[in-house]
C-alpha cells in the first residue's frame, strides 16, 4: 500500500463517519465560549466526545488542559499533535444559529474549529484497523490561554512536551484559498511582545503651560518618536514591527495631567533583536521625555517567541497534505506572519510543524466579530491531523 492510498482511506473514512460529530461539536463549543485558562465547560465537552476511545486520559494540565494518550501497536516514537481551545473578548456579530450565548466573548480565531479537529483525528486514530498501523504513541494536547496567557507555555512547564520526538499543530486561515495547506521551515509566527510605558511629568492649569511638564505632550513626541526605532535602528532587510495601540491621559480639558500612558506591541523574528528592543525604546524615549522636563518608566513584557518549524517537519506536513489532498491544496509559503503563537513554546522543546489551513479569501479575519468559516474544512483538518500521526509513526 503506498502512502497516498493509505491516506485516501483515512479521508473518506473521517468524512463519512465523524464528520457530523465534529462539526457538532464544533457548534457546541462555539455556543459556550470560555476565554483564558478558563475554558473547563470546553473541556468537559472534550473530554465527554473522547469517552470510549482508548486513551490514557490526563486532566487538569495548566488548569484546563488535557493530554489524551493513545498507544499504538509499535514501540515507535512518540508524536503529539494539539489544538488550543480559548476563545476572545468579542462580541460576535456572525448571525450564526449557533453564535455565541456568553455575552462579549466568541469564538473568533477558530480555536473551536481546532478544538473539534483533534477530537475527529483522535476518533480516527483510534480505530482498530488505524491503531494497528501506529508505530509508536500519539498524544492528543488540548491547550487553554493561546490567546494571551501563554496557556502553551504553562503546559511545557508541567512537563507535556517530554518525551515527545515531533509535534503539529493546525490554524484555521483566511486569506489563503479554501482547503489549502501551507506551511515553512523555519520562522512561521513572530515573536510578539509587548510594553506599557508611563510617561512622567508635572501637571497644572492649562492656561500655565510654562508652569509644568505637559505629559500628553511628551507622550505624542514619544509615540511619534518611537516609530524610528524600527524604521531606521532595524535592518532594513529584518521584519520587525512596532505598533502603539494604546495611549491615555488626563481627567479634563483644561488641566495638563501629570502622566500619560501608552502600550504597544513589538514583533520580530530574530532573537538578538527581539533582546535589543527593549533598550532602544526605553532609550529613545527617554531621551526626548527628559529634554522636555519629563521622564518615562517602561514594564516590557517577553511574552511568545518566533514559531519556528523544524525543516524535516514542515516538509512532512506539506507532503502529507499533498497526498491527501493533491499538489493543487499545498503552499510552501515564503514569508511568515507577524502575528504571534503560543505553539512556539512547544517548538522551543520538539521539533515540529505549525501548519495553516485556508478557510477562502471572502472570510472575515481572524479576531473580528464576523469570522465564520465553512464547515467543510472540518474533516479536513481532522484528516490532515491523523495523517501527520500516522506518517510520523509509519514504521
Ligand atoms: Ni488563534
Redesign the pocket.
Known amino acids: 500500500m503506498d502512502v497516498s492510498q493509505k491516506f485516501d482511506g483515512l479521508r473518506s473514512e473521517i468524512e463519512d463517519r465523524f464528520a457530523e460529530e465534529i462539526v457538532a461539536l464544533r457548534r457546541d463549543i462555539h455556543r459556550e465560549p470560555e476565554l483564558g485558562f478558563d475554558t473547563k465547560k470546553t473541556a468537559q465537552k472534550v473530554l465527554a466526545a473522547l469517552d470510549g476511545l482508548p486513551l490514557e486520559v490526563e486532566t487538569g494540565i495548566a488548569e484546563n488542559g488535557i493530554v489524551a494518550t493513545l498507544h499504538g501497536e509499535g514501540e515507535g516514537p512518540t508524536v503529539a499533535l494539539r489544538a488550543?481551545m480559548d476563545a476572545l473578548p468579542i462580541r460576535e456579530e456572525t448571525g450564526l444559529p449557533f453564535a455565541s450565548e456568553a455575552e462579549g466573548k466568541m469564538h473568533a480565531?477558530?480555536?473551536d474549529g481546532h478544538t473539534s479537529m483533534l477530537v475527529g483525528a483522535a476518533h480516527a486514530l483510534s480505530q482498530d484497523s488505524v491503531r494497528g498501523r501506529l508505530n509508536g504513541t500519539v498524544k492528543f494536547v488540548f491547550q487553554p490561554a493561546?490567546?494571551g496567557g501563554g496557556g502553551g507555555r504553562v503546559m511545557v512547564e508541567e512537563g507535556v512536551a517530554e518525551g515527545v520526538d515531533s509535534i503539529f499543530a493546525l490554524?484555521l486561515w483566511p486569506g489563503l484559498p479554501f482547503g489549502t495547506v501551507a506551511t515553512k521551515a523555519g520562522p512561521i509566527m513572530a515573536a510578539a511582545d509587548g510594553f506599557e510605558m508611563e510617561i512622567r511629568g508635572s501637571g497644572g492649569h492649562g492656561a500655565m503651560p510654562h508652569l509644568t511638564a505637559d505629559a500628553v505632550v511628551i507622550a505624542a513626541q514619544v509615540v511619534t518618536a518611537l516609530q524610528t526605532v524600527v524604521s531606521r535602528e532595524v535592518d532594513p532587510v529584518e521584519p520587525a514591527v512596532l505598533t502603539i495601540g494604546e495611549i491615555g491621559a488626563g481627567t479634563a480639558f483644561n488641566i495638563i495631567p501629570e502622566k500619560a500612558r501608552i502600550g504597544g506591541t513589538v514583533r520580530t523574528l530574530n532573537a538578538d533583536l527581539r533582546e535589543r528592543m527593549p533598550e532602544r525604546i526605553e532609550e529613545v524615549a527617554r531621551g526626548v521625555a527628559q529634554g522636555m522636563r519629563g521622564d518615562v518608566r517602561l514594564d516590557y513584557n517577553f511574552s511568545y517567541p518566533v514559531t519556528l518549524n523544524d525543516v524535516r517537519a514542515a516538509e512532512r506536513a506539506l507532503g502529507v497534505a499533498g497526498d491527501l489532498f493533491g499538489e493543487g491544496s499545498v503552499l510552501e509559503l515564503r514569508n511568515p506572519s507577524m502575528g504571534g503563537?503560543d505553539f512556539a513554546f512547544f517548538l522551543e522543546k520538539v521539533p515540529g510543524a505549525f501548519v495553516w489551513l485556508g478557510v477562502g479569501e471572502e472570510v472575515s479575519g481572524?479576531h473580528t466579530p464576523r469570522f465564520a468559516f465553512d464547515e467543510e474544512i472540518l474533516p479536513r483538518g481532522s484528516a490532515l491531523l491523523a495523517a501527520l500521526a500516522l506518517e510520523s509513526l509509519s514504521r
Open positions: 488550543d480565531c477558530g480555536h493561546e490567546e490554524h503563537e481572524l
